[in-house]
């Protein structure tokens, strides 16, 4: 099992720019695909982003498609995600998710397995 924990949220203006990271407990990280899934008020869950194991591989959602970035430093269990221009629209509670699935880019939440307990990010206007 692998526990999640994410940081960096915020209040961040639009246009503005804001990086989320995840840390992830255990020994095996790259072991896991993991992913960026984000929730606004009164929406479903939909996905942001995905990294593969070893980070050869990355998904976007169209909607953050040269906006946003996903990486990963296996060496200290965690992955990032760099917001760039951000909208209003973006504003939710991200979550950091996990997958025993390495060779996969997973984008669709039922595929998770692990959670975090999300981050908030608010973008004004």
């Known amino acids: 099992q692998v526990q999640l924990v994410e940081s960096g949220g915020g209040l961040v203006q639009a246009g503005g720019s804001r990086r989320l990271s995840c840390v992830a407990s255990?020994?095996?990280?790259?072991?896991?695909?993991m992913g960026w899934f984000r929730q606004a008020p009164g929406k479903e869950r939909e996905f942001v982003a995905a990294v593969s194991g070893r980070g050869g591989s990355t998904r976007y959602a169209d909607s953050v498609k040269g906006r946003f970035t996903i990486g990963r430093d296996n060496a200290k269990n965690t992955i990032y995600l760099q917001m760039n221009s951000l909208k209003p629209e973006d504003t939710a509670v991200y979550y950091c998710a996990a997958t025993p699935n390495p060779l996969q880019v997973v984008d669709t939440p039922r595929g998770m397995d692990y959670w975090g307990k999300g981050t908030l990010v608010t973008v004004s206007s």
């Open positions: 255990g020994r095996t990280f790259s072991s896991y695909a």
